[in-house]
């Protein structure tokens, strides 16, 4: 999803992760909220709430993102110049490569959930 970024806007590989990678775990976390709960523990120390891995979960995502701002990467679509209104271009873009779709190895992406994942990273 993050080539699709750099091709629309020329923005280096790191910042357009930046921006997707929250998107992308907010999205699949229903899959497995104890996995990016564990994340946010392990890495940014965040209390393991064991009732509800789920919050603990986002409070990891929004210390990543966090992260990512106190060393000056973006973390939105406005930042990079991107624009919600490219989401489908960037979609069709993506399918038109040899093995474009499905992606993903902890969770299928097909062209709705990447349309999906990028209107997330779009808000």
């Known amino acids: 999803m993050e080539h699709e970024l750099s091709a629309f806007y020329d923005c280096a590989h790191g910042a357009g992760l930046a921006v997707v990678m929250p998107a992308w775990m907010e999205y699949v976390l229903p899959h497995d909220p104890m ?3 564990r994340f946010a ?9 064991y009732a509800h891995p789920e919050l603990t979960a986002q409070r990891g995502i929004a210390c990543l993102c ?11 679509f406005t930042q990079i110049g991107a ?6 271009a960037m979609v069709a873009h993506r399918a038109e490569k ?26």
């Open 35 to 37: 996995r990016f709960a």
């Open 41 to 49: 523990a392990e890495v940014f120390g965040c209390e393991m709430d």
């Open 66 to 76: 966090s992260f990512f701002t106190s060393l000056g990467m973006p973390t939105t």
């Open 83 to 88: 624009r919600a209104e490219d989401i489908p």
């Open 98 to 123: 040899p093995g474009g779709f499905p992606f993903g190895g902890f969770v299928s992406i097909g062209p709705k959930e990447m349309e999906e994942i990028l209107h997330i990273a779009a808000r």
